[in-house]
C-alpha cells in the first residue's frame, strides 16, 4: 500500500486499487478458512475416549519396539496398556532377592511416550508363580514375603499406574477358593491382605479382582461372595476385571449383561479384559481360560489354517457390535475394555489349548491391518 501512495496515481483510481486489494486479501482468507485442516485419523480410542479406555496387551516384543509397524498401530489405536506376561511374578520376581524391572520399565516408558496408561497385571496369581513361593509353609513368613513383593513392584511405579490385578483368579468354576499356595498357608485371610497391602503402598490405584467364566452363574455367586468378604474385612477393593475370553456363540449378550450388573451392584468399577472372540472349534473337556489345561491338536480343532471362511467373518463381526452395543449401553459401568493382544498372530488363542492352532480372536490380521469387526465397532459412534 505504502508503494502505491508513491506512485504518480490520481486520487479516485488509487482508491479504487486500494479497494480492489482489500477484497482481494479478504477473498484470500475465507478460501483459506474455507480449507479443511488436517484431522486426526479415526481410531477405536478415539472414537470410545469419552467412553471408557481401550487397550491392549502387550509382549516384550512389542514392549521394546521391535516392530515399527506395529509399534506405530499400538500409539494410534490404543491408550491403556497391560503387560501380557513380563509383570507375573516369575518374571519380575524370580527368586526372593531379586527383581527384574527392565522390561517393565520399558512399558511405563512407552506409555509414557505414547500418552498412554498402564493397568499393572498382576500382583497375585497361582500361576506363572515364582518358585520361592511355593517353598513357604508358615503363615508369617508368607505375609513377610507378599509384603516385600507387593511394596516393592506396587511401590516402584507408585503414582505412575492406573490401576493393578491385586489377585488374578482365585476362584475356581465351582465357586470355591482356588486350592492355591496362598489359600494352604494363610487361608481365606490372605485375599483382604494383599488388597490392604496394595491400598498402602498405591492408594490413588484403583485395584481390581481379575477372573475368567465370570458370566457362569456358579462362578459369579462364589466371586460376590468373596469380594463381600474382602469389603467386610475393610480391605480397598475398586473393580472387577471380567476376562473376555469368549466365544461367537457364548455367552450371551443377556449374561455378559447381567454379570456387569450384578459386579457393579458390589460398589464396583467393572473392566472388560482380555477380550478376544474365538472362532475355532472347542475340543472336548476344555473350559474356561485355565492355562493349565491342554488338548491334543487334530484337524478337528484347527480347521481354517487357509484363512476363515466369509461365514465365519461376519459372525465375529456380528459379535464384536454386539458386544459393544452392549458396553456403550452400561458406559457409565465400564472403565476399561482391553484386547488380549494386538493382531490375530499375536493371541495365544494360537497355543491354546492345543499348540499350533490358527485363530482369528482379535480386531487385526497377522499383517495389522483392520478386520471388518474393527470397521463395526466404529460404526457404532457414527
Known amino acids: 500500500m505504502d508503494i502505491?501512495?508513491?506512485?504518480?496515481?490520481?486520487?479516485?483510481?488509487?482508491?479504487?486499487?486500494?479497494?480492489?486489494?482489500?477484497?482481494?486479501?479478504?477473498?484470500?482468507?475465507?478460501?483459506?478458512?474455507?480449507?479443511p485442516l488436517e484431522t486426526e485419523p479415526i481410531t477405536i480410542k478415539g472414537k470410545f475416549a469419552n467412553n471408557f479406555y481401550l487397550g491392549t496387551a502387550l509382549s516384550l516384543k512389542q514392549i521394546n519396539e521391535l516392530d515399527s509397524i506395529q509399534s506405530a498401530l499400538i500409539a494410534r489405536e490404543f491408550n491403556a496398556y497391560t503387560a501380557e506376561n513380563v509383570m507375573k511374578s516369575m518374571h519380575i520376581?524370580?527368586?526372593?532377592?531379586?527383581?527384574?524391572?527392565a522390561a517393565s520399565d520399558r512399558l511405563f516408558d512407552l506409555a509414557k511416550k505414547n500418552n498412554a496408561v498402564v493397568h499393572g497385571h498382576n500382583l497375585l496369581w497361582h500361576s506363572q508363580l515364582s518358585k520361592f513361593f511355593e517353598e513357604i509353609k508358615d503363615s508369617t513368613e508368607m505375609v513377610?514375603?507378599?509384603t516385600?513383593?507387593?511394596?516393592?513392584?506396587?511401590g516402584r511405579?507408585?503414582?505412575?499406574?492406573?490401576?493393578?490385578?491385586?489377585?488374578?483368579?482365585?476362584?475356581?468354576?465351582?465357586?470355591?477358593?482356588?486350592?492355591?499356595?496362598?489359600?494352604?498357608?494363610?487361608?481365606?485371610g490372605y485375599l483382604p491382605i494383599v488388597f490392604k497391602l496394595a491400598a498402602a503402598v498405591d492408594p490413588k490405584a484403583d485395584l481390581?479382582?481379575?477372573?475368567?467364566?465370570?458370566?457362569?452363574?456358579?462362578?459369579?455367586?462364589?466371586?460376590?461372595?468373596?469380594?463381600?468378604?474382602i469389603q467386610a474385612a475393610g480391605a480397598k477393593i475398586d473393580g472387577i476385571g471380567m476376562q473376555g475370553h469368549w466365544h461367537l456363540d457364548s455367552p450371551?449378550?443377556?449374561?455378559?449383561?447381567?454379570s456387569i450388573l450384578a459386579y457393579s451392584a458390589l460398589g464396583l468399577k467393572v473392566a472388560i479384559t482380555e477380550l478376544d472372540i474365538d472362532v475355532l472349534p472347542r475340543p472336548k473337556n476344555v473350559e474356561g481360560a485355565d492355562i493349565s489345561q491342554k488338548a491334543e491338536i487334530d484337524i478337528?480343532?484347527?480347521?481354517?489354517?487357509?484363512?476363515?471362511?466369509?461365514?465365519?467373518?461376519?459372525?465375529?463381526?456380528?459379535?464384536?457390535?454386539?458386544?459393544?452395543?452392549?458396553?456403550?449401553?452400561?458406559?457409565?459401568?465400564?472403565s476399561r475394555v482391553t484386547f488380549w493382544g494386538v493382531n490375530d498372530g499375536d493371541s495365544w488363542k494360537n497355543n491354546f489349548p492345543a499348540k499350533s492352532r490358527t485363530n482369528y480372536p482379535l480386531l487385526f490380521d497377522r499383517n495389522n491391518k483392520p478386520k471388518l469387526a474393527y470397521d463395526a465397532i466404529l460404526s457404532l459412534k457414527d
Open 148 to 154: 516385600n513383593h507387593i511394596y516393592t513392584i506396587a
Open 157 to 188: 511405579y507408585k503414582g505412575r499406574t492406573l490401576s493393578w490385578d491385586v489377585v488374578n483368579e482365585a476362584v475356581e468354576g465351582d465357586g470355591s477358593l482356588r486350592k492355591s499356595v496362598f489359600l494352604e498357608v494363610m487361608g481365606a
Open 208 to 229: 481390581y479382582y481379575n477372573d475368567y467364566s465370570m458370566t457362569v452363574p456358579v462362578k459369579k455367586a462364589g466371586v460376590i461372595e468373596m469380594v463381600k468378604n
Open 144 to 146: 513377610a514375603a507378599l
Open 93 to 101: 520376581h524370580p527368586s526372593k532377592d531379586t527383581f527384574n524391572f
Open 300 to 334: 478337528l480343532n484347527n480347521p481354517y489354517t487357509a484363512g476363515l471362511p466369509e461365514s465365519l467373518v461376519a459372525a465375529q463381526t456380528q459379535r464384536y457390535k454386539d458386544i459393544f452395543e452392549l458396553f456403550l449401553k452400561h458406559q457409565d459401568k465400564i
Open 4 to 35: 502505491l501512495l508513491n506512485l504518480s496515481i490520481k486520487k479516485p483510481a488509487l482508491m479504487k486499487i486500494k479497494n480492489l486489494l482489500i477484497l482481494s486479501l479478504a477473498f484470500l482468507a475465507a478460501c483459506k478458512s474455507s480449507v
Open 252 to 258: 450371551t449378550i443377556e449374561e455378559i449383561e447381567t
